[in-house]
């Protein structure tokens, strides 16, 4: 028993650790010096790092963000040990690595909201539920031109996708609570968008 709850320590610290590497506020300050956190939205992730360096470095961050909530759910499902056979590791890590990402330890507990590298942790429990809802973001992003309606259906639809493909009970309770955090993370996006003034991609 200790050991189980010491390996869900460790899987639980090393996940929040790298998830808090702040992938968006080091490129904008190794590109211009200055700090993301007041710019724009405020926020570290993708969509804010493309109003200040443009659409490449959009890319470039959600790709980094997204390997990044990967990395520590791949590492847990290859070495962990503990609840196996319902995922229990490997949902500890992703839980833990969303969180690092949105409040990190190196930004005063400050981030991103978590979509890129939630969508990782989604595409490292099961690849096929990653890419149907990678693809889902990407056409409501592109119809709606608004990545916030895009990321808050996508990951909202998540546990759906989990469950029609059979997965772990684990895996599924993790895109309902990610999801639910994710909106969570998006309340203000929320209000702009039922006022009407959203930023959309251009």
């Given at each position: 028993?200790?050991?189980?709850?010491?390996?869900?320590?460790?899987?639980?610290l090393i996940a929040y650790l790298i998830g808090s590497i702040p992938t968006g506020y080091l490129i904008v300050k190794a590109k211009t010096g200055e700090d993301?956190?007041?710019?724009?939205?405020?926020?570290?992730?993708?969509?804010?790092?493309?109003?200040?360096?443009?659409?490449?470095?959009?890319?470039?961050?959600?790709?980094?963000?997204?390997?990044?909530?990967?990395?520590?759910?791949?590492?847990?499902?290859?070495?962990?040990?503990?609840?196996?056979?319902?995922?229990?590791?490997?949902?500890?890590?992703?839980?833990?690595?969303?969180?690092?990402?949105?409040?990190?330890?190196?930004?005063?507990?400050?981030?991103?909201?978590?979509?890129?590298?939630?969508?990782?942790?989604?595409?490292?429990?099961?690849?096929?539920?990653?890419?149907?809802?990678?693809?889902?973001?990407?056409?409501?992003?592109?119809?709606?031109?608004?990545?916030?309606?895009?990321?808050?259906?996508?990951?909202?639809?998540?546990?759906?996708?989990?469950?029609?493909?059979?997965?772990?009970?684990?895996?599924?309770?993790?895109?309902?609570?990610?999801?639910?955090?994710?909106v969570y993370l998006h309340r203000e996006n929320i209000k702009r968008l039922i006022q009407g003034c959203e930023n959309k991609v251009r």
């Amino acid at each position: 028993m200790i050991f189980k709850l010491i390996e869900i320590g460790i899987v639980g610290l090393i996940a929040y650790l790298i998830g808090s590497i702040p992938t968006g506020y080091l490129i904008v300050k190794a590109k211009t010096g200055e700090d993301i956190r007041t710019i724009g939205s405020g926020s570290t992730g993708a969509t804010n790092v493309k109003r200040i360096l443009g659409k490449n470095y959009f890319f470039l961050v959600m790709i980094l963000d997204a390997l990044k909530g990967a990395l520590p759910v791949i590492l847990a499902k290859i070495f962990a040990t503990v609840g196996s056979t319902i995922g229990i590791a490997p949902v500890i890590a992703a839980i833990a690595v969303i969180i690092g990402h949105s409040k990190s330890i190196f930004l005063n507990f400050k981030g991103g909201k978590s979509v890129a590298s939630g969508v990782g942790t989604i595409i490292a429990l099961n690849w096929i539920a990653g890419i149907i809802i990678a693809i889902i973001w990407g056409i409501i992003t592109y119809s709606t031109k608004y990545v916030s309606v895009g990321s808050i259906i996508a990951l909202l639809i998540s546990p759906i996708v989990m469950y029609l493909l059979h997965a772990p009970i684990g895996y599924i309770a993790y895109c309902i609570l990610g999801a639910i955090y994710i909106v969570y993370l998006h309340r203000e996006n929320i209000k702009r968008l039922i006022q009407g003034c959203e930023n959309k991609v251009r």
